[in-house]
C-alpha cells in the first residue's frame, strides 16, 4: 500500500484545490516557515479520522476551514480526500485503489466516504487498524513524539508495538465482546 495522492479543498491554508500526486519512495517537502508543510500531514490525519481538534494544532474543529485571507473570503466547508494504491491488499477491500473522503461544514456537520460511498467515521478508523497508517499509527511521527515514546511507561509504549504487529484490532474486539 502507498499514498498515491491527496486532494483537498478548503483545508486549513488550502484554500483553492489542491492535488499532490507521490510516487513510491521517499518524497520530501520543503518551502518556507507558515508556508503548510505541517498542514499536509494535518490533513492526512484528520481524514483517517482524528477527532482531536487540539492535535491539528486548533481549538475547535472549526478552525480547520479555510479563515480567510486578505484576498479571499474564508470558506464554509474543508475537505480531504486520500487516494491509496491497495494493489497488494493491506487494505482488506477488493480494490486496486482506495479513497477516503472526510467533509466538515462550519455548521458543524461532518461526512466521510470510502471509495465515494458515504460511510462512518468508525469504518473509516477500522479500515486503517493495523495497515500501519491509522490516525494513531507509527506511520506519522510528529514533533515531540519521539521523546514521548521514549519517556513514555512501559504499557504505552507496547501499544505501538501491537499496533505494529498488527493486533490492536483483535485487542479492541476481545474488550468490545467483554463489556456486552
Ligand atoms: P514551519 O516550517 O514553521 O513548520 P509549515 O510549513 O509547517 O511551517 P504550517 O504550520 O503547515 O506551516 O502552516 C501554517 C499556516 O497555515 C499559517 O500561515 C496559518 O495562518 C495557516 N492556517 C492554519 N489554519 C488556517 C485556516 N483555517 N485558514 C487559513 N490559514 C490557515
Ligand atoms: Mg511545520
Known sequence: ???????????KSFAEKVTLDFVPGVT??????????????????WVLGEQSAKSLRGSKMEDIIFQGSDTRKALNVAEVTL???NANQTLPLEYQEVS???????SGESQFLINNQSCRLKDIVDLFMDSG?????FSIISQGKVEEILSSKPEERRSIFEEAAGVLKYKQRKKKAEYK
Do not use: C, W, Y
Not at 520530501?28 to 490525519?45: L, Q
Open 100 to 106: 477516503v473522503t472526510r467533509r466538515v461544514f462550519r
Open 83 to 85: 487516494v491509496l494504491d
Open 28 to 45: 520530501a517537502v520543503v518551502g518556507p516557515n507558515g508556508s503548510g508543510k505541517s498542514n499536509i500531514t494535518d490533513a492526512i490525519r
Open 133 to 137: 497508517l491509522g490516525r494513531e499509527a
Open 1 to 11: 500500500m502507498f499514498l498515491k495522492r491527496l486532494e483537498t479543498v478548503g483545508f
